[in-house]
């Protein structure tokens, strides 16, 4: 493949990286559509995906990669994650990108061959695929959009970009999270469950029941379209709220977790939450089902009256 010889020489991957890379590309273009092949090979041009060396320091490396000197809040629970690095070139922002895959064992080479390993650098590819490297100025603050996530920045006194939070991120974690299964399932020819974010998926399950939705969600992924919230109408947001609060219960802060009255409370509401998002996604399936049951038979009556 054309692209892995463009990344070897760009960012010197070794075998094994370049050997997953050319089992994932084809399986990424099968769930998102052949139509993402330029944005795919862009993406990874533009994102170097690297596996800790012995005794690097994430930081420095950080540091090195983006030319900056500060100081890293490294997510504990990820074993990899994707960083976008918010700058600002002839009066635009941009972003740019990297995956950093950590080693779980300081003493062990991170193993491509090993399937979560393999999970979570797809998760991370989805992810940085549907970033925009443009950015929007909207309301006064810069909005990186990734998927339907909008990740906010703003710029404080001393003329630094700093962190205002994001919209929507529970429900792109869930949609990211159904695409990194589907991904792995077809690359590896064998159905894949991945181990994060069960609950997310739970909810997620029952509303892309409704393929029509599922259509409408990839779109909003990697354009702006905004059908999806249309077609969610009065659902919007509960559904999103909903994908929000179950996500945020994976980030709990520590004071809630060594706290057991607190942190079953934040499990309770987490299931409640849950069964609110299935029980809204039952209805909507229900109601479809019973307007196309209706469509259809209309279909029938007019064939009649034709023939
Ligand atoms: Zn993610």
């Not at 000197?69 to 972003?95: C, G, L, M, V």
């Not at 998760?123 to 906010?152: F, M, S, W």
Request: aromatic share 8%; with cysteine; glycine share 2%.
């Amino acid at each position: 493949m054309d692209i892995i010889d463009k990344l070897k020489e760009k960012y010197n991957y070794s075998e094994e990286l370049c050997v997953f890379l050319e089992k994932a590309i084809p399986a990424i273009l099968s769930y998102y559509g052949e139509d993402k092949l330029d944005l795919l090979e862009k993406t990874l041009l533009d994102t170097e995906i690297h596996l800790q060396e012995k005794n690097e320091k994430t930081k420095d490396y950080l540091n090195e990669y983006f030319d900056t000197d500060k100081e890293w809040k490294i997510p504990t629970i990820a074993t990899a994650f994707q960083h976008r690095e918010i700058f600002e070139e002839d009066n635009t922002y941009h972003s740019k990108s990297i995956i950093y895959v950590r080693k779980t064992n300081i003493n062990e080479e991170i193993d491509l061959e090993n399937k979560n390993t393999q999970s979570i650098i797809i998760h991370e590819i989805c992810h940085a695929i549907k970033t925009k490297n443009e950015l929007e100025e909207k309301n006064g603050l810069i909005v990186n959009k990734t998927g339907l996530c909008e990740e906010k920045y703003y710029i404080d006194e001393t003329g630094e970009i700093k962190e205002s939070g994001e919209d929507k991120l529970g429900l792109e974690e869930a949609l990211n999270t159904h695409a990194e299964e589907k991904i792995m399932s077809i690359m590896n020819n064998e159905d894949y469950k991945t181990n994060t974010y069960s609950h997310l998926l739970e909810a997620l399950d029952y509303l892309l029941e409704d393929k029509e939705l599922e259509k409408l969600f990839i779109e909003g992924q990697f354009t702006d379209s905004t059908e999806w919230i249309d077609y969610l109408g009065d659902d919007y947001n509960k559904i999103v709220d909903g994908f929000d609060s179950i996500l945020s219960v994976y980030y709990l802060p520590t004071s809630i977790i060594i706290n057991k009255e607190k942190r079953q409370e934040a499990i309770a509401k987490r299931d409640q939450d849950k069964q609110e998002l299935i029980d809204i996604a039952k209805k909507r399936n229900k109601e479809k089902s019973i307007s196309e049951m209706i469509d259809s038979n209309e279909e029938t009556k007019t064939n009649h009256k034709e023939l």
